[in-house]
């Protein structure tokens, strides 16, 4: 008899982010078919994917408007080298990615996943103040939990043990900062005063430093890996003042918070500010191709432009500025254009509040339910070791793609999940909590 393709996948492919021998107890999920919101198995069965399959997925699978888009672009160029090279694509990507920072970060360099451009980011500021001659900076500060991505230059800055500590030796380990994280509140604080508590350990941390620190990476509003934990915008101004006071770097990852995600098409737009250095990836295509950019202020462009090659950015991935890549991140922008996606979220994301309000806030184990644009979450109180694993089981069970992430259920739907989906999602994240529960 043949073997079965779960069979197939458990001998041949090593599965990321996965101790494999629990797939001897927890089996694969042979997916076969995307639409829309709906994932669908080889047995036919449909699953609603609740977090857009690892938060790239934004508009649904299959979008007949991407798709359309891929093919028209097949047909005229699949690939080019962009060293020396160009095409449409790239440069449209650019100009509008551009725009849509208000014209503050006007040049675009091209990467395939969010790792890179974590890497693409740091290597960019430390080089910057090299070609000024500030060879002093050669420091990263991050914030505890944060997460920037697993390759080992990206692990420098990322706080997360599990991920962080088998490679420890071979990782030059960033300096972390206390997280502003809202839930720290004391009785009678605000999230706004946890926040400016946070900033003032920023500001001790760059005052001891003394000079040497090149950039301050971080997630704006939502440390996603780390749990969804939320923060105010004020911690973002106050970072933007004391990097320009220390002379830093301030850099976003908007890998995951970006392309709409906290309810503006960046992050950091909410306090107000514009970064040195921002870095995109995941839904930037639509959840299509592999796809990273990191754009960066002028002044820092300026500083690697002259006669002397060193002091380019050399750096380059085979894949940089893909045409397909940018030609469905093309199509994912008119999108947001033409449905006026973020008025609309607006909506969802209203809904989804009420409806997780409704089902989860009396519950006996459920603490902080939060929400930042379409980004929901929940802590689960006394969940066990394997927790996340009984939870994305039953959930499976009940019809819903969910994947806690340790105490944390959280909720990051694509932007296409209307009224009768939304309440189909919650409906499985509840009966899958009682049972991951017992
Ligand atoms: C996912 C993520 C990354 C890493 O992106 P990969 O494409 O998985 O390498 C970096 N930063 C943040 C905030 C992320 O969520």
Same mark, same amino acid.
């Given at each position: 008899?043949?073997?079965?393709?779960?069979?197939?996948?458990?001998?041949?492919?090593?599965?990321?982010?996965?101790?494999?021998?629990?797939?001897?107890?927890?089996?694969?999920?042979?997916?076969?078919?995307?639409?829309?919101?709906?994932?669908?198995?080889?047995?036919?069965?449909?699953?609603?994917?609740?977090?857009?399959?690892?938060?790239?997925?934004?508009?649904?699978?299959?979008?007949?408007?991407?798709?359309?888009?891929?093919?028209?672009?097949?047909?005229?160029?699949?690939?080019?080298?962009?060293?020396?090279?160009?095409?449409?694509?790239?440069?449209?990507?650019?100009?509008?990615?551009?725009?849509?920072?208000?014209?503050?970060?006007?040049?675009?360099?091209?990467?395939?996943?969010?790792?890179?451009?974590?890497?693409?980011?740091?290597?960019?500021?430390?080089?910057?103040?090299?070609?000024?001659?500030?060879?002093?900076?050669?420091?990263?500060?991050?914030?505890?939990?944060?997460?920037?991505?697993?390759?080992?230059?990206?692990?420098?800055?990322?706080?997360?043990? *599990?991920?962080?500590?088998?490679? @420890?030796?071979?990782? /030059?380990? $960033? =300096?972390?900062?206390?997280? #502003?994280?809202? !839930?720290? &509140?004391?009785?009678?604080?605000?999230?706004?005063?946890?926040?400016?508590?946070?900033?003032?350990? *920023?500001?001790?941390?760059?005052? @001891?430093?003394?000079? /040497?620190? $090149? =950039?301050?990476?971080?997630? #704006?509003?939502? !440390?996603? &890996?780390?749990?969804?934990?939320?923060?105010?915008?004020?911690?973002?101004?106050?970072?933007?003042? *004391?990097?320009?006071?220390?002379? @830093?770097?301030?850099?976003?990852?908007?890998?995951?918070?970006?392309?709409?995600?906290?309810?503006?098409?960046?992050?950091?737009?909410?306090?107000?500010?514009?970064?040195?250095?921002?870095?995109?990836?995941?839904?930037?295509?639509?959840?299509?191709?592999?796809?990273?950019?990191?754009?960066?202020?002028?002044?820092?462009?300026?500083?690697?432009?002259?006669?002397?090659?060193?002091?380019?950015?050399?750096?380059?991935?085979?894949?940089?500025?893909?045409?397909?890549?940018?030609?469905?991140?093309?199509?994912?922008?008119?999108?947001?254009?033409?449905?006026?996606?973020?008025?609309?979220?607006?909506?969802?994301?209203?809904?989804?509040?009420?409806?997780?309000?409704?089902?989860?806030?009396?519950?006996?184990?459920?603490?902080?339910?939060?929400?930042?644009?379409?980004?929901?979450?929940?802590?689960?109180?006394?969940?066990?070791?394997?927790?996340?694993?009984?939870?994305?089981?039953?959930?499976?069970?009940?019809?819903?793609?969910?994947?806690?992430?340790?105490?944390?259920?959280?909720?990051?739907?694509?932007?296409?999940?209307?009224?009768?989906?939304?309440?189909?999602?919650?409906?499985?994240?509840?009966?899958?909590?009682?049972?991951?529960?017992?």
């Amino acid at each position: 008899m043949a073997a079965s393709l779960l069979q197939r996948s458990l001998a041949a492919v090593w599965h990321p982010c996965t101790q494999m021998q629990h797939h001897e107890t927890l089996p694969l999920t042979p997916i076969i078919r995307g639409e829309g919101p709906w994932l669908i198995t080889e047995d036919g069965r449909r699953l609603l994917d609740g977090i857009s399959s690892w938060w790239v997925n934004l508009f649904g699978h299959c979008n007949p408007r991407i798709n359309a888009a891929l093919r028209d672009q097949l047909e005229q160029l699949e690939h080019v080298l962009l060293a020396g090279f160009t095409h449409p694509p790239a440069v449209a990507l650019s100009e509008r990615l551009a725009a849509l920072t208000g014209g503050s970060l006007g040049h675009a360099f091209y990467a395939s996943d969010g790792a890179s451009a974590t890497e693409i980011a740091l290597k960019m500021s430390f080089h910057m103040w090299r070609n000024r001659g500030l060879l002093q900076k050669d420091r990263f500060l991050c914030l505890e939990g944060g997460y920037h991505g697993e390759t080992v230059g990206a692990l420098a800055v990322t706080d997360v043990p *599990l991920f962080r500590d088998a490679y @420890a030796p071979l990782v /030059r380990q $960033a =300096a972390t900062v206390p997280s #502003p994280d809202a !839930q720290r &509140a004391a009785p009678g604080e605000t999230a706004a005063d946890v926040a400016r508590r946070a900033a003032n350990a *920023l500001e001790a941390r760059l005052e @001891a430093e003394n000079g /040497r620190v $090149a =950039a301050f990476i971080l997630e #704006p509003l939502v !440390q996603g &890996a780390a749990g969804m934990v939320m923060y105010d915008p004020e911690y973002l101004r106050l970072a933007r003042t *004391l990097c320009d006071r220390y002379q @830093a770097h301030l850099i976003c990852d908007e890998i995951a918070v970006g392309c709409g995600r906290t309810g503006t098409f960046f992050a950091h737009e909410q306090a107000g500010i514009h970064p040195d250095l921002l870095c995109l990836s995941k839904g930037i295509s639509g959840g299509y191709l592999p796809l990273s950019v990191v754009l960066c202020r002028e002044e820092i462009f300026r500083a690697f432009y002259g006669s002397d090659t060193r002091k380019g950015f050399l750096h380059s991935h085979s894949y940089t500025g893909n045409p397909l890549a940018c030609r469905a991140a093309l199509a994912t922008l008119d999108i947001f254009e033409q449905d006026d996606v973020l008025a609309a979220n607006c909506g969802r994301a209203e809904l989804l509040g009420r409806l997780l309000e409704e089902t989860f806030s009396g519950h006996p184990a459920v603490r902080f339910l939060r929400q930042r644009g379409m980004i929901a979450a929940f802590d689960v109180e006394g969940a066990a070791d394997g927790f996340p694993r009984r939870f994305f089981a039953a959930a499976l069970e009940a019809g819903a793609l969910l994947r806690p992430i340790g105490k944390t259920v959280y909720f990051m739907p694509p932007y296409v999940m209307d009224e009768p989906e939304l309440r189909a999602l919650t409906a499985a994240a509840f009966s899958a909590l009682e049972q991951a529960l017992t």
